[in-house]
């Protein structure tokens, strides 16, 4: 790593769905020169723009934004993807005199970013293919006591029914005879890429759960029905990308499987289950620093000036 990149200030806010992110980035935007880095999963996907809650053309023309409609939603798009074209990103502004400001909710984005990915193989269909067999034939619980024995570290952090992680995991000893738990350690404590200031609004939990209940009231009378039928004529519903939180409930409205009232209540339901599990990534990262965006604007500042002149 280069000198000149350990120098790189970074301001990053993070946080669940539904809690302000995007218009904070852009009130800070007013008294800063700054640029945004969308961490958004679902927001690289062109079309898909009321069930993302992608800020406005108007909201854009005020203040670049970065990584936003990045492939058709029949294209793939993976964290490699979004690191390999974020760290170019990062200091390109920075070059240019500008803050760069990383703005979004996902969470393996932003880990990715700021510390790189684990230089773990890469995956092996037909060994994949063989465990979950493996746990088909021999009955639920099998991979995770496998995994127990070769890789206890990683065992003790993965559900015995997550059969992707476990899979994964096993894939990565046999595939390299090392340990995931092993690489990941040596991983986190790789020297920093950037020098951050990691952000995250502080919101009571029912009052993010009411905003959340309104942001899909919000999307609906915004057209999100027309957007998700305009989708439908040209892409398969069974992609990745139609799958995902709104579009999914939407296309089962449409086809007729359940009624409208059901389908908002399923959308409300997951995305509160949804920022439920953002909350708890969050609250791993110790570096994250929880803030009242409203009343704790002079400590923000103080933060921002002290990454920017440091």
Known sequence: MSEHNEQIPLLVISGPTASGKSGWALRLAQEYDLEIISADSRQVYRQMDIGTAKVSAEERAQVPHHLIDQVRPDQPFSVADFVALGQPLIADIHRRGRLPCVVGGTGLYIQALLGGLAAVPTGDDSLRAELHRREAEQGAGTLHRLLAEVDPGSAATIHPRNLVRLVRALEVHQLSGRRLSELKLE??????????????????????????????????????????????????????????????????YLQGRIDYRRMVELIQTRTRQYAKRQLTWLRRNQETIWVDSCKESGRVKKSIANIIQR
Request: proline content about 3%; glycine content about 4%.
């Open 187 to 252: 991983h986190r404590f790789a020297e920093q890429r950037y020098r951050t200031l990691q952000l995250a609004p502080l919101q009571e939990r029912a009052e993010l759960y009411r905003r959340i209940d309104r942001r899909v009231e919000q999307m609906l009378d915004a057209g999100l029905l027309d957007e998700v039928r305009a989708l439908l004529k040209r892409y398969d519903p069974r992609l990745k990308a139609m799958r995902t939180l709104g579009y999914r409930e939407a296309i089962e």
